[in-house]
């Protein structure tokens, strides 16, 4: 793995000049010298990366996922998030465009998007999970990223760094929108999605050794659906108006009642079949969901 611990150290991997600014930079991906080989098989940065671009014949592999950037997509990189670049024939010519914003979290010092950017659920996104951006979102965000390159290249005075701040809120503002378009977009995949999610949990609960196992966490469900936890949950609730954990719960309750309304076990025993280590944490969970304790319901239904 080869870590990027400065703007500037990426600059010169790249054979691009150094950048205006040490702790920021606008690249212009038709720039970047193409590398025929010898690219490490896994990068990192320590600063934040901003894409909108598109690249034929250059996939990009993030953990362990590839992807191509065939279509304009805009993609985010927090720090210490692992990357690889190859290409995907070498046969065949590279061809890129698109900008790439990079900004090293010491330049967000003293500033509100310090104590804000990571509140962007996006961040944490794996990249095939990138957006998709029509030709008027496509255009909005080229507009922002010119006019921050505008004020880049200027000459760096004591309101360039407010100015390039106020401009990359508004882009990261419009980032937001435009994920939520997505998903209210994506009807079908999303209701897969949701499909696949029930399919899962249904055999999840049903399945023997649950006692042992304990309960699915988001990060499992997440991980078997080959989603990143908060686009899932983001996705399930626009699609749902629940969230992944409400819908483990939804599906938990749902085996609860089953077994206090057709069979004689415990409350005790029917707990601990569900993953429960602490009955009381079944009780409050169950009541929680039905204004009923687990008796309560037994009684009611009986």
Known sequence: MRRFTTISEFHAYVQLPPPQ???FSVVD??????????EPASMVFDFYAISVKRMRNVH??????PFDFDEGILSFMAPSQV???????????VEKSGWVIYVHPDFLWNTTLAKTIRHYDFWDYSLKETLFLSAREEATMLGLIHAIEQEYLAAIDRFSKPIIISRLESLLHYADRFYHRQFLTREKANHEVLERL???LQAYFNSPGLAERGLPTVQYVADCLHLSPKY????????????????IHASLITRAKERLSATELTVSEIAYELGFEHVPSFSKLFKAKTSLSPLEFRASFN
């Open 21 to 23: 600014h040490p702790l």
């Open 29 to 38: 991906v038709s720039t970047v010298p193409h590398r025929d080989g010898g």
């Open 60 to 65: 990009i592999k993030y953990g362990q996922h």
């Open 83 to 93: 990357f690889s670049i190859m290409v995907a024939n070498p046969a065949e010519v």
């Open 198 to 200: 029930e399919t899962l």
């Open 232 to 247: 899932l949950s983001n996705l399930l609730r626009i699609v749902t108006g629940q969230n992944t954990q409400q819908h």
